[in-house]
């Protein structure tokens, strides 16, 4: 436990957590609604609604190691600066799901979204796990990434609840 309560003490790591937190919650919040979004409003069934999703893991997969390389020649801050906008962009580019009327331009529309949406996730994965991991102190880098991991997980689980509630 003393393992554990140690990043809450460090407090450059406990403002990287006080942030993943927020980034999880913030994004986790609204995932659930544009799956609801894609079947009621845009009267998408379900086999192409996965297949989207699928196309979203698939662009993380392909450009993960990618963001690696370049956090690794750059800065994690620099993919960060990246690829946080992108994904809050992709958030924002859900409205012009409903602004045409063409199902070709409406699919169109999501496949990007979701793909960018992909490549914007593996950024933010690959640069804040790394700064976790560079923040973490020698010997305790284990602990520290438990607990991060912990509080992303509590704050990534608790949003959709919330989330439903508020609705």
Known sequence: T?????PFKDENFRKLMIF???WHFAANLA?????????TRLGIDLFPVTVLAMCSQLANILVLQSFGRIADRFSNKAVLAV???LF???TFAWIFTTAVHERWAVFAILGAVHVLTGFATAGVSIATINIAMKLAPKGNATGFLA???LVNSMAAG?????GGLCA
């Open 2 to 6: 003393e393992r554990l309560a140690a």
């Open 147 to 149: 607990s991060s991991s």
């Open 158 to 162: 608790s949003a959709p609840m919330i």
């Open 88 to 90: 809050v962009a992709c």
């Open 20 to 22: 993943l937190a927020s």
């Open 83 to 85: 690829a946080a906008p």
């Open 31 to 39: 995932a659930p609604f544009f799956t609801v979004h894609m079947l």
